[in-house]
């Protein structure tokens, strides 16, 4: 089983600032699958990054995913009240299709 | 629009027993991999079982492996999650999810979940 560790567990900062997510796999990931999900309060995830630097056509360019092997990064460029929320790594390159432990991007 | 609705959850007693469904709509269901992916309270996210689109190819996370059975009816468009012999940590909010394109495991389409206690 691959195991993805994030860090850090909990990020804050402001709105405008730059945040940088780290998310590391025991594992080389396969083909690179790995995507990033953000989650809000009451909401189910949404997937915004696929092949570890996709991005779905309807998210803010502002959020840009790189990385390979074991080693992916999310950039949030310039931060907007509307990112605060927890964001999970997920592999999907070989079973079981692990997920992180997710970290919360909160306001200071 | 795709929908995936779930439906089966309820209290359930430790070493019992309880089956989940999730109903699809919207998509070709026979086209599409299939997971579940639970959400224990204030947790994070753990990627249950997936299956592939004939039903021939079955996955498990080593915590459920043994234990819970996944499976599927393309004639119904309807995903199933048997829960065998559950335990307190199998409590959890449990969604259906596939991917847009439905050839990976990646989870762009989540159902709103349906809620597995297990408690005496």
């Known amino acids: 089983e691959i195991v993805l560790t994030q860090s850090p567990g909990t990020l804050s900062l402001s709105p405008g600032e730059r945040a940088t997510l780290s998310c590391r796999a025991s594992?080389?990931?396969?083909?690179?699958?790995l995507a990033w999900y953000q989650q809000k309060p009451g909401q189910t995830p949404r997937l915004f990054i696929f092949?570890?630097?996709n991005r779905a056509t309807d998210f803010p360019d502002r959020f840009s995913g790189s990385g390979s092997g074991t080693d992916f990064t999310l950039t949030i460029r310039r931060l907007e009240p509307e990112d605060f929320a927890v964001y999970y790594c997920?592999?999907?390159?070989?079973?079981?299709?692990?997920f992180g432990q997710g970290t919360k991007l909160e306001i200071k | 629009e795709v929908q995936l609705l779930e439906s089966g959850g309820d209290l359930v007693q430790p070493g019992g027993s309880l089956r989940l469904s999730c109903a699809a709509s919207?998509?070709?269901?026979?086209?599409?991999?299939m997971s579940w992916v639970r959400q224990s309270p204030g947790k994070g996210l753990e990627w249950v079982s997936g299956?592939?689109?004939?039903?021939?190819?079955?996955y498990y996370s080593d915590s459920v492996k043994g234990r819970f059975t996944i499976s599927r009816d393309n004639s119904k468009n309807t995903l199933y999650l048997q829960m065998n012999s559950p335990r307190a940590e199998d409590t959890a909010v449990y969604h259906c999810?596939?991917?847009?394109?439905?050839?990976?495991?990646?989870?762009?389409?989540w159902g709103q979940g349906t809620k597995v206690i297990v408690s005496s």
């Open positions: 997920q592999q999907y390159g070989s079973s079981p299709y692990t």
């Open positions: 999810v596939t991917s847009n394109g439905g050839k990976v495991y990646a989870c762009d389409i």
């Open positions: 594992q080389s990931v396969r083909n690179n699958h």
């Open positions: 092949g570890a630097s």
């Open positions: 299956i592939s689109e004939t039903g021939g190819d079955t």
């Open positions: 919207g998509l070709t269901f026979s086209n599409h991999v």
